[in-house]
Antibody
Framework: EVQLVESGGGLGQPGGSLRLSCAASGFTFSSHAMSWVRQAPGKGLEWVSSISGRDGGTYYADSVRGRFTISRDNSQNTLFLQMDSLGVEDTAVYHC????????????WGQGILVTVSS | EIVMTQSPATLSVSPGERATLSCRASQSVNSNLAWYQQKPGQAPRLLIYGASTGATGIPVRFSGSGSGTDFTLTISSLQSEDFAVYYCQQYNKWPLTFGGGTKVEIK
């Protein structure tokens, strides 16, 4: 059974940093691209970032490029999202998601973790 | 950026009736379109990929159609567990983009 468990969320200061982790199990982690998708309170889904399982290539939404960094540790089956220069607009539930191979749509999602940016 | 527009924003349907949801892309996404279902407090669930292929374990009452810029998700006979928000997502071009969602509610 595929499991994706996010951690590292909570309260962040404007201009501060947080690092999200996603522990993956139940599938061959290195064979799949992975993504982060967020959802602001009461709003729809917004893609944040993706990383290839094949070559580690990374992709970002314009709203986070230059501030967020996605990475993965295939030896630990873990996905990361380093979030710097946080703004109030980054307040959302962040979902870790497993993509179908190297296709850019997720077939499994974590329950998500809340990030609140406030002073 | 490809803008995905879903309509209607809210759809009121009686159990057992058919629901038809629309998703339109601002430029062609070929067949690189997925549909998701999300219930309150839950993670999204993949329903359809490749515009018309059902994901594993998805009931046959869910079907997708379309290509290019116009897509449809049809739920042939709504069950109580189908009342939720539905999102489309294009994966043809970066950045990946989602539609704003259609809420299917009980009439």
């Amino acid at each position: 059974e595929v499991q994706l468990v996010e951690s590292g969320g909570g309260l962040g200061q404007p201009g501060g940093s947080l690092r999200l982790s996603c522990a993956a199990s139940g599938f061959t982690f290195s064979s799949h691209a992975m993504s982060w998708v967020r959802q602001a309170p009461g709003k729809g889904l917004e893609w944040v970032s993706s990383i290839s399982g094949r070559d580690g290539g990374t992709y970002y939404a314009d709203s986070v490029r230059g501030r967020f960094t996605i990475s993965r540790d295939n030896s630990q089956n873990t996905l990361f999202l380093q979030m710097d220069s946080l703004g109030v607009e980054d307040t959302a539930v962040y979902h870790c998601a497993k993509n179908v191979g190297e296709w850019w749509y997720p077939d499994h999602w974590g329950q998500g973790i809340l990030v609140t940016v406030s002073s | 950026e490809i803008v995905m527009t879903q309509s209607p924003a809210t759809l009121s349907v009686s159990p057992g009736e058919r629901a038809t949801l629309s998703c339109r892309a601002s430029q062609s996404v070929n067949s690189n379109l997925a549909w998701y279902q999300q219930k309150p407090g839950q993670a999204p669930r993949l329903l359809i990929y490749g515009a018309s292929t059902g994901a594993t374990g998805i009931p046959v009452r869910f079907s997708g159609s379309g290509s290019g810029t116009d897509f449809t998700l049809t739920i042939s006979s709504l069950q109580s567990e189908d009342f939720a928000v539905y999102y489309c997502q294009q994966y043809n071009k970066w950045p990946l983009t989602f539609g704003g969602g259609t809420k299917v509610e009980i009439k």
